[in-house]
Protein backbone atom coordinates (compact mmCIF):
# COMPACT_ATOMS: atom_id res chain seq x y z
CA UNK A 1 0.00 0.00 0.00
CA UNK A 2 1.51 3.52 -0.44
CA UNK A 3 0.90 6.13 1.82
CA UNK A 4 1.22 10.10 0.93
CA UNK A 5 2.41 13.06 3.31
CA UNK A 6 1.54 16.06 2.32
CA UNK A 7 3.35 19.63 3.95
CA UNK A 8 2.23 22.69 3.09
CA UNK A 9 4.55 25.03 4.18
CA UNK A 10 4.16 29.35 3.77
CA UNK A 11 6.08 29.14 0.39
CA UNK A 12 6.61 25.46 -0.81
CA UNK A 13 4.57 22.90 -0.52
CA UNK A 14 5.83 18.94 -0.48
CA UNK A 15 4.65 15.55 -1.10
CA UNK A 16 5.95 12.19 -0.63
CA UNK A 17 5.27 8.49 -0.80
CA UNK A 18 6.09 5.78 0.71
CA UNK A 19 5.22 2.03 0.86
CA UNK A 20 6.69 -1.00 2.33
CA UNK A 21 9.22 0.96 4.51
CA UNK A 22 10.75 2.62 1.56
CA UNK A 23 10.61 6.37 -0.14
CA UNK A 24 9.20 5.90 -3.46
CA UNK A 25 9.35 9.72 -4.38
CA UNK A 26 8.64 13.03 -3.15
CA UNK A 27 7.56 16.35 -5.12
CA UNK A 28 8.39 20.55 -4.24
CA UNK A 29 6.17 23.45 -5.34
CA UNK A 30 5.63 26.60 -4.81
CA UNK A 31 2.44 27.33 -1.81
CA UNK A 32 1.35 30.67 -3.73
CA UNK A 33 -1.73 32.02 -2.58
CA UNK A 34 -4.32 29.19 -2.27
CA UNK A 35 -2.70 26.52 -0.48
CA UNK A 36 -5.62 23.69 -0.93
CA UNK A 37 -5.21 24.00 -4.60
CA UNK A 38 -1.31 23.75 -4.08
CA UNK A 39 -2.15 20.90 -1.97
CA UNK A 40 -4.04 19.15 -4.87
CA UNK A 41 -1.22 20.31 -7.44
CA UNK A 42 2.01 18.76 -5.54
CA UNK A 43 -0.43 15.48 -4.85
CA UNK A 44 -1.30 14.66 -8.54
CA UNK A 45 2.30 16.24 -9.86
CA UNK A 46 4.14 13.43 -7.74
CA UNK A 47 1.56 10.75 -8.38
CA UNK A 48 2.34 11.48 -12.45
CA UNK A 49 5.42 11.57 -11.51
CA UNK A 50 5.90 8.26 -10.01
CA UNK A 51 3.21 6.65 -12.44
CA UNK A 52 1.08 5.67 -9.38
CA UNK A 53 -3.35 5.61 -9.79
CA UNK A 54 -5.36 7.14 -7.43
CA UNK A 55 -7.00 3.99 -6.77
CA UNK A 56 -3.39 2.45 -5.61
CA UNK A 57 -2.91 4.90 -2.75
CA UNK A 58 -3.91 4.01 1.03
CA UNK A 59 -3.92 6.44 3.52
CA UNK A 60 -2.82 10.32 3.13
CA UNK A 61 -2.17 12.55 6.07
CA UNK A 62 -1.42 16.59 5.81
CA UNK A 63 1.20 18.30 7.78
CA UNK A 64 2.15 22.05 8.39
CA UNK A 65 0.76 25.31 8.87
CA UNK A 66 -1.61 24.57 5.19
CA UNK A 67 -2.55 21.13 6.82
CA UNK A 68 -6.48 21.84 7.82
CA UNK A 69 -6.57 22.76 4.14
CA UNK A 70 -6.26 19.97 2.08
CA UNK A 71 -9.67 18.40 2.59
CA UNK A 72 -8.87 15.65 0.90
CA UNK A 73 -6.56 14.17 3.48
CA UNK A 74 -7.59 11.16 6.16
CA UNK A 75 -5.91 13.25 8.27
CA UNK A 76 -4.15 16.33 9.83
CA UNK A 77 -1.20 16.52 11.96
CA UNK A 78 1.20 18.87 13.55
CA UNK A 79 4.58 19.49 11.84
CA UNK A 80 5.85 18.87 15.12
CA UNK A 81 5.12 15.16 14.90
CA UNK A 82 5.87 14.36 11.38
CA UNK A 83 9.56 16.35 11.45
CA UNK A 84 10.39 13.85 14.22
CA UNK A 85 8.43 10.67 12.55
CA UNK A 86 10.11 11.72 9.23
CA UNK A 87 13.66 12.34 10.87
CA UNK A 88 13.40 8.89 12.68
CA UNK A 89 12.48 7.08 9.03
CA UNK A 90 15.18 8.29 7.42
CA UNK A 91 18.14 7.84 10.61
CA UNK A 92 16.52 6.11 13.42
CA UNK A 93 19.47 7.16 15.82
CA UNK A 94 18.56 10.53 15.16
CA UNK A 95 17.76 12.36 18.84
CA UNK A 96 17.44 15.56 18.03
CA UNK A 97 16.12 17.91 15.11
CA UNK A 98 16.65 21.67 13.88
CA UNK A 99 13.83 22.39 10.95
CA UNK A 100 14.27 26.15 9.59
CA UNK A 101 10.78 26.83 7.36
CA UNK A 102 10.45 29.54 5.75
CA UNK A 103 8.43 31.90 8.67
CA UNK A 104 9.21 29.69 11.75
CA UNK A 105 11.95 27.55 13.58
CA UNK A 106 11.89 24.53 15.55
CA UNK A 107 13.66 22.38 17.89
CA UNK A 108 12.41 18.87 18.31
CA UNK A 109 14.38 16.31 20.95
CA UNK A 110 12.99 12.91 19.79
CA UNK A 111 12.99 9.21 22.22
CA UNK A 112 14.63 5.92 20.96
CA UNK A 113 11.45 5.37 19.24
CA UNK A 114 11.32 8.60 17.20
CA UNK A 115 8.61 9.92 19.06
CA UNK A 116 8.63 13.65 20.30
CA UNK A 117 9.64 14.32 23.91
CA UNK A 118 10.40 18.22 24.27
CA UNK A 119 9.94 20.80 21.52
CA UNK A 120 10.67 24.74 21.35
CA UNK A 121 8.96 26.68 18.39
CA UNK A 122 9.46 30.22 17.21
CA UNK A 123 6.52 31.33 15.07
CA UNK A 124 5.76 34.84 16.15
CA UNK A 125 8.65 36.46 13.99
CA UNK A 126 10.64 35.87 10.57
CA UNK A 127 14.35 36.24 11.88
CA UNK A 128 15.45 33.00 11.82
CA UNK A 129 13.70 31.95 8.64
CA UNK A 130 13.81 31.00 5.32
CA UNK A 131 12.00 34.19 4.80
CA UNK A 132 14.81 36.35 6.87
CA UNK A 133 17.08 35.02 4.43
CA UNK A 134 15.50 35.75 1.47
CA UNK A 135 14.62 39.86 2.61
CA UNK A 136 19.00 39.79 3.21
CA UNK A 137 19.83 38.25 -0.18
CA UNK A 138 17.58 41.49 -1.77
CA UNK A 139 19.42 44.03 0.55
CA UNK A 140 22.66 42.61 -0.75
CA UNK A 141 21.98 41.79 -4.30
CA UNK A 142 23.19 37.96 -3.92
CA UNK A 143 21.37 35.08 -5.49
CA UNK A 144 19.98 32.94 -2.43
CA UNK A 145 21.60 29.82 -3.66
CA UNK A 146 24.95 31.42 -3.19
CA UNK A 147 25.07 32.51 0.28
CA UNK A 148 26.24 29.80 1.57
CA UNK A 149 29.23 28.92 0.01
CA UNK A 150 30.23 32.80 -0.40
CA UNK A 151 29.57 32.60 4.16
CA UNK A 152 32.39 30.75 4.07
CA UNK A 153 34.93 32.52 2.07
CA UNK A 154 34.40 35.07 4.73
CA UNK A 155 37.55 36.66 6.50
CA UNK A 156 35.77 38.15 9.75
CA UNK A 157 32.16 37.66 9.72
CA UNK A 158 30.05 41.20 10.13
CA UNK A 159 28.09 41.39 13.75
CA UNK A 160 24.69 41.44 13.13
CA UNK A 161 23.07 42.39 16.21
CA UNK A 162 19.34 42.96 16.00
CA UNK A 163 16.96 40.27 16.17
CA UNK A 164 14.73 41.89 14.18
CA UNK A 165 14.20 41.06 10.25
CA UNK A 166 13.67 44.99 9.25
CA UNK A 167 16.29 46.29 11.98
CA UNK A 168 18.62 43.56 10.99
CA UNK A 169 18.17 44.98 7.44
CA UNK A 170 18.93 48.57 8.10
CA UNK A 171 22.12 47.04 10.14
CA UNK A 172 22.95 45.37 6.58
CA UNK A 173 22.34 48.42 4.25
CA UNK A 174 24.24 50.42 6.72
CA UNK A 175 27.05 47.39 6.35
CA UNK A 176 26.97 47.80 2.74
CA UNK A 177 27.35 51.47 3.00
CA UNK A 178 30.50 51.28 5.11
CA UNK A 179 32.19 49.28 2.18
CA UNK A 180 31.78 45.82 4.48
CA UNK A 181 32.57 43.01 2.24
CA UNK A 182 29.41 40.95 1.48
CA UNK A 183 31.17 37.65 2.11
CA UNK A 184 31.50 39.10 5.76
CA UNK A 185 28.04 40.44 5.73
CA UNK A 186 26.53 37.29 4.44
CA UNK A 187 28.81 34.96 7.51
CA UNK A 188 27.71 37.70 10.27
CA UNK A 189 23.75 36.92 8.98
CA UNK A 190 24.02 33.08 9.46
CA UNK A 191 26.07 33.49 13.01
CA UNK A 192 22.70 35.73 13.61
CA UNK A 193 20.78 32.84 12.44
CA UNK A 194 22.40 30.13 14.59
CA UNK A 195 22.73 32.33 17.95
CA UNK A 196 18.92 33.00 17.48
CA UNK A 197 18.05 29.22 17.07
CA UNK A 198 20.56 27.61 19.37
CA UNK A 199 19.45 29.87 21.92
CA UNK A 200 15.72 28.41 21.23
CA UNK A 201 16.99 24.74 20.68
CA UNK A 202 19.48 24.95 24.08
CA UNK A 203 16.17 25.34 26.60
CA UNK A 204 15.78 21.55 25.67
CA UNK A 205 18.99 20.46 25.89
CA UNK A 206 19.27 18.60 22.64
CA UNK A 207 21.85 15.51 22.58
CA UNK A 208 23.39 14.02 19.42
CA UNK A 209 23.07 12.99 16.26
CA UNK A 210 21.16 15.77 15.55
CA UNK A 211 19.65 16.39 11.91
CA UNK A 212 18.67 19.41 10.41
CA UNK A 213 15.65 19.46 8.13
CA UNK A 214 13.89 22.29 6.12
CA UNK A 215 14.83 24.06 3.01
CA UNK A 216 17.19 26.32 4.92
CA UNK A 217 19.55 22.75 5.82
CA UNK A 218 20.85 23.37 2.22
CA UNK A 219 23.14 26.09 3.15
CA UNK A 220 25.73 25.48 4.47
CA UNK A 221 26.78 28.49 5.80
CA UNK A 222 23.62 28.06 8.10
CA UNK A 223 24.67 24.39 8.99
CA UNK A 224 28.03 25.70 10.10
CA UNK A 225 27.07 28.23 11.98
CA UNK A 226 24.64 26.17 13.88
CA UNK A 227 27.35 23.42 14.49
CA UNK A 228 29.25 26.25 16.06
CA UNK A 229 26.69 27.13 18.32
CA UNK A 230 25.54 24.29 19.39
CA UNK A 231 29.17 22.72 19.74
CA UNK A 232 27.78 19.46 18.12
CA UNK A 233 28.13 18.20 14.26
CA UNK A 234 24.51 18.51 12.68
CA UNK A 235 23.63 16.07 9.62
CA UNK A 236 21.72 17.30 6.72
CA UNK A 237 19.96 14.81 4.95
CA UNK A 238 19.60 14.92 1.02
CA UNK A 239 16.00 14.62 1.94
CA UNK A 240 15.44 18.06 4.38
CA UNK A 241 13.19 19.75 2.49
CA UNK A 242 10.31 17.36 2.27
CA UNK A 243 11.36 15.86 5.58
CA UNK A 244 7.72 17.11 7.13
CA UNK A 245 6.07 15.16 4.16
CA UNK A 246 7.89 12.14 4.44
CA UNK A 247 7.04 11.79 7.87
CA UNK A 248 3.33 12.47 7.35
CA UNK A 249 3.39 9.50 5.04
CA UNK A 250 4.86 7.42 7.77
CA UNK A 251 2.22 8.28 10.07
CA UNK A 252 -0.04 7.17 7.32
CA UNK A 253 1.46 4.06 7.38
CA UNK A 254 0.73 3.53 10.94
CA UNK A 255 4.52 4.55 11.71
Partial sequence: MVTIGIDIGSISAKAAAIAKDKLLGSKVILTGYNARQAGMAVFEGLLKELAIDRDAVGRIVATGYGRNSVDFADQAVTEITCHAAGAHFQDPEVRAVIDI?????????????GRVTDFAMNDKCAAGTGRFLEVMARALEVDLDAFGEMSLQADEPAKI??????????????????????TNIIAGIHASIGARVVAMANRLKLQAPVMMTGGVAHNIGVVKA?????????QVSA?????????????????
Fill in 101 to 113: GGQDSKAIALGPN
Fill in 161 to 182: SSLCTVFAESEVISLIAKGARR
Fill in 226 to 234: LEDKLGLPV
Fill in 239 to 255: HAQVNGAIGAARLAAGG
